[in-house]
């Protein structure tokens, strides 16, 4: 029996825990399936969906830097994604492609994990990219006291708050100033959602002012421990990387295709033997 194809398009892609998690998945439910890597370039992002469409594949993830520009190849794009602006999740339906976003409910579901509320609380992210629409509009549902976002590029912090409704939501740009410095220690949660401190020691703004017992989360989970975490730790905050997010997405993503759930903890053991394997 030939194999049913899923897989995941991006550029680059040479980091991707996806194939360990979603192939440990196959095999555990003992399905004829399997999870490729599509290393895809902007330009041909249309004609590999329209490959993909052909070749009977059943669904693939959608990565940096095309969650946004596949959206325009889909027949229909489930109402979250839409408000969001970006696909992460694409199911083929007899033909007919539709499109998802799970990295939001990843997100929700790995504050529930860590007994994380909103409600009521003091916001602040750092970020206003693909990876901020997401988690900005999981943020909103949350419906915090106050929520500050702050990032280097001006309009597209602007396009962020008005394209999920972000009523609540203050902007600012991400220098640092005292100001901020005060919006800081006083939050109750704070989200890196940059993609500094995935290489070096950088972070996108110093969190010096960060008060004991804020919650510090980096979307990051390679380095499972980014100068931003490390420093919250310093200043006694509780830490929380994303690597649960990820694995949260890829067990709604793998429902969608599949019906079934996989475990968190099989995830979990198929990402820590892959980075063994890897040496990562």
Same mark, same amino acid.
């Given at each position: 029996?030939?194999?049913?194809?899923?897989?995941?398009?991006?550029?680059?892609?040479?980091?991707?825990?996806?194939?360990?998690?979603?192939?440990?998945?196959?095999?555990?439910?003992k399905?004829?399936?399997?999870?490729?890597?599509?290393?895809?370039?902007?330009?041909d992002?249309?004609?590999?969906?329209e490959?993909?469409?052909?070749?009977?594949?059943?669904?693939?993830?959608?990565?940096?830097?095309?969650?946004?520009?596949?959206?325009?190849?889909?027949?229909?794009?489930?109402?979250?994604?839409?408000?969001?602006?970006a696909?992460?999740?694409?199911?083929?339906?007899?033909?007919?492609?539709?499109?998802?976003?799970?990295?939001?409910?990843?997100?929700?579901?790995?504050?529930?994990?860590?007994?994380?509320?909103?409600?009521?609380?003091?916001?602040?992210?750092?970020?206003?990219?693909?990876?901020?629409?997401?988690?900005g509009?999981a943020?909103?549902?949350?419906?915090?006291?106050?929520?500050?976002?702050?990032?280097?590029?001006?309009?597209?912090?602007?396009?962020?708050?008005?394209?999920?409704?972000?009523?609540? &939501? =203050?902007?600012? @740009? !991400?220098?640092?100033?005292?100001?901020?410095? %005060?919006?800081?220690? #006083? /939050?109750?949660?704070?989200?890196?959602?940059t993609?500094?401190g995935?290489?070096?020691?950088?972070?996108?703004?110093?969190?010096?002012?960060?008060?004991?017992? &804020? =919650?510090?989360? @980096? !979307?990051?989970y390679?380095p499972?421990?980014? %100068?931003?975490?490390? #420093? /919250?730790?310093?200043?006694?905050a509780?830490?929380?990387?994303?690597?649960?997010?990820?694995?949260?997405?890829?067990?709604e993503?793998?429902?969608?295709?599949?019906?079934k759930?996989?475990?968190?903890?099989?995830?979990?053991?198929?990402?820590?033997?892959?980075? #063994?394997?890897?040496?990562?």
């Amino acid at each position: 029996m030939e194999k049913i194809i899923t897989g995941i398009i991006g550029h680059p892609l040479s980091h991707t825990f996806s194939p360990a998690m979603h192939n440990s998945a196959f095999k555990k439910f003992k399905m004829n399936w399997e999870y490729r890597v599509f290393e895809t370039k902007p330009q041909d992002v249309g004609a590999f969906v329209e490959r993909s469409k052909k070749e009977g594949m059943k669904g693939y993830n959608v990565t940096i830097p095309h969650k946004h520009a596949v959206m325009e190849y889909l027949d229909s794009i489930d109402r979250a994604a839409a408000v969001i602006g970006a696909v992460n999740t694409v199911v083929n339906n007899n033909g007919r492609l539709k499109g998802y976003n799970t990295d939001y409910l990843g997100f929700l579901g790995s504050l529930k994990m860590h007994h994380v509320n909103l409600t009521g609380k003091r916001v602040v992210m750092l970020g206003a990219g693909g990876a901020a629409h997401a988690v900005g509009y999981a943020i909103n549902s949350c419906h915090p006291a106050s929520f500050h976002i702050y990032n280097i590029d001006a309009p597209m912090t602007e396009r962020l708050i008005k394209q999920l409704k972000l009523r609540k &939501a =203050v902007t600012g @740009d !991400i220098s640092r100033s005292v100001e901020k410095d %005060a919006v800081i220690a #006083r /939050a109750d949660f704070i989200i890196n959602c940059t993609s500094v401190g995935m290489h070096g020691d950088s972070m996108a703004y110093d969190i010096e002012k960060l008060k004991k017992g &804020a =919650v510090a989360y @980096d !979307i990051i989970y390679n380095p499972a421990e980014t %100068a931003f975490l490390k #420093r /919250a730790k310093k200043l006694g905050a509780r830490t929380i990387n994303g690597l649960d997010m990820l694995i949260l997405q890829g067990i709604e993503a793998f429902a969608i295709w599949t019906g079934k759930r996989p475990s968190h903890q099989l995830y979990s053991k198929a990402i820590k033997k892959h980075l #063994r394997k890897n040496d990562i």
